[in-house]
């Protein structure tokens, strides 16, 4: 399976304030995703990140609040825009159609977020 | 709608086996996936089905019944580190590449 880094691993951050989450891949990746996951609950899909193209964002989840990049086949950027406590959680990036299982999806360690 | 049910928590006991089960009503069907994650860490890949069977991987095996919409998974010989999270997904919604989640299940092991 595919290494896969994100950076920061953690962050505490001020109210009105906004992240920027890595994601890199040791290996060209078909597809990129981005989840939020809440202490204690499953995984909540954000958007899926498109190489060269806007990202595909699920409902509940708007461009304006939570832009992403992907500039290539390696690496994607979340940002978490004008946080709010709500936005306290960890969010994690996944990949799928590395070598292998072709639709597996691999996980990056996640960023621990606290909004203050 | 699409809906995937797992029991919240199960205990166990050292040594022993059990049976974690997931049903699922999803708009179509291609895969399912079973994942594990330790308190504070990222999902991490156990199992996939995609036919109606048994897949069996060391200690922990799969099962899956397309007909039936349910699929479990079997841990045997129980070790302390298999206390987590353990998190059904299936691939089937409205898109070839996006999973729908269960909320998982907290597994405790007791010595």
């Known amino acids: 399976s595919a290494v896969i880094s994100q950076k920061p691993s953690r962050d505490i951050c001020q109210r009105g304030t906004s992240l920027t989450i890595q994601c890199q891949v040791d290996?060209?990746?078909?597809?990129m995703f981005w989840y939020r996951q809440q202490p204690g609950q499953s995984l909540t899909l954000i958007a899926t990140?498109?190489?060269?193209?806007?990202?595909?964002?699920e409902s509940g989840f708007v461009i304006d609040k939570f832009p992403i990049s992907r500039p290539n086949l390696t690496f994607s950027t979340l940002t978490v825009s004008n946080m709010s406590p709500e936005d306290s959680s960890i969010y994690l990036c996944?990949?799928?159609?590395?070598?292998?299982?072709?639709?597996?999806?691999?996980f990056g360690p996640g960023t621990r977020l606290t909004v203050l | 709608g699409q809906n995937i049910d797992q029991p919240t928590e199960m205990t166990a006991t050292e040594g022993a086996i059990v049976q974690i089960n997931c049903t699922y009503q999803?708009?179509?069907?291609?895969?399912l996936f079973w994942y594990q994650q330790h308190a504070g860490e990222a999902p991490t890949f156990l199992s996939y089905?995609?036919l109606d069977g048994l897949e069996e991987k060391g200690r922990f095996s799969s099962f899956l019944s397309r007909s039936k919409g349910y699929s479990y998974l079997l841990l045997k010989e129980l070790q302390m580190k298999d206390s987590a999270s353990y998190l059904c997904?299936?691939?089937?919604?409205?898109?070839?590449?996006?999973?729908?989640w269960g909320a998982g299940t907290k597994l405790i092991i007791k010595p």
């Open positions: 996944s990949v799928s159609g590395t070598s292998g299982f072709t639709d597996t999806q691999y």
């Open positions: 290996s060209q990746v078909t597809m």
């Open positions: 990140a498109n190489q060269g193209s806007e990202a595909t964002y």
């Open positions: 999803t708009s179509g069907f291609n895969g």
């Open positions: 089905n995609v």
């Open positions: 997904a299936v691939k089937g919604g409205r898109s070839n590449y996006q999973l729908i």
